[in-house]
């Protein structure tokens, strides 16, 4: 499985199928997830992206990505996938990195 990390929510879903259509035309990938990180305040609620942090309150918020197949918030992770999580590499759909990228 590939695992494809967003940095956040896919602003459109032209750049979701745009990558999806380039990595199975051109890899032998069997399985590939796109995963965007989002948080949640108290407060405020739903919040794009990785916010450890409210900007808003300053509330400490949850974090949630997927691991291991789910998405869970990631203080419950074990301490090795918390320090596979601060280690990884996110794609953005937003910069035109993919040859023919058309948003």
């Given at each position: 499985?590939?695992?494809?990390f967003?940095?956040e929510?896919l602003h ?6 745009n990558?999806?259509?380039?990595m199975?035309?051109n890899?032998?990938m ?7 990180t ?19 309150c ?5 974090v949630?990505?997927?691991?291991v197949g789910?998405?869970r918030?990631?203080k419950?992770w ?7 999580f601060?280690i990884r590499?996110?794609f953005d759909?937003a ?5 023919g990228y058309?948003?």
């Amino acid at each position: 499985v590939f695992h494809t990390f967003l940095g956040e929510r896919l602003h459109s879903w032209k750049a979701a199928a745009n990558l999806i259509k380039k990595m199975a035309e051109n890899t032998n990938m069997p399985y590939f997830t796109l995963t965007p990180t989002f948080s949640v305040c108290p407060t405020h609620g739903y919040i794009t992206g990785e916010a450890f942090t409210c900007p808003t309150c300053a509330s400490e918020c949850e974090v949630y990505s997927r691991v291991v197949g789910y998405m869970r918030p990631v203080k419950q992770w074990n301490d090795g996938k918390q320090a596979e999580f601060s280690i990884r590499s996110t794609f953005d759909a937003a910069a035109p990195v993919i040859e023919g990228y058309d948003d």
